[in-house]
């Protein structure tokens, strides 16, 4: 199975995910794409493994609904799990300049170009460098395949 393959499962799963811990949170995806101010079409997209959603966005989605941001990536973590502080937008931002700089580091320490990761991932050198510079969300399908090439745990890049 190629690497487009196991994004489009990741996506899948990650929107079983996030359905499964509004449902159990009692919030509708009008309140979270509220939250996150996208339209609720985007946030459907998301539930339905149609569009990546990003770190940040992630990590909103997990505090609205209570449950930690491991429980997206971890098979161990549960809903019940305590949940996470809401980021402000400011911090958001901030968020996005960490994980940009954690992947170049991840990258630099494995000895992976740019380059390499852009083609791991099907996507331009151009919009690794975005990532890197905290320019760009990157979609955490994105993450999650590039961690094991980099030699870490997807958790590495959660702030």
Partial sequence: MGEPEKQVIRQKIMGVLLRHARLRAGRSQAELAAALR??????????????????????????????????FFDDRATV??????????????IQRKIVGTLLRQARRQAGKSQKECAALLG?????????????????????????????????????
């Fill in 123 to 159: 996507i331009s050198q151009q919009r690794v460098s975005l990532y890197e510079r905290g320019e760009q969300d990157m979609p955490s399908s994105e993450l999650e395949a590039l961690a094991p090439y980099l030699n870490v745990q997807p958790s590495y890049f959660a702030v």
């Fill in 38 to 71: 996208i339209s609720r079409y985007r946030y459907g997209q998301y539930e339905r493994g149609q569009r990546d959603i990003s770190l940040p966005e992630l990590e909103i989605v997990a505090d609205l609904c209570g449950v930690p941001l491991g429980y």
């Fill in 80 to 93: 019940e799990d305590e949940g996470t502080d809401k980021p402000s937008l400011v911090a958001l931002c």
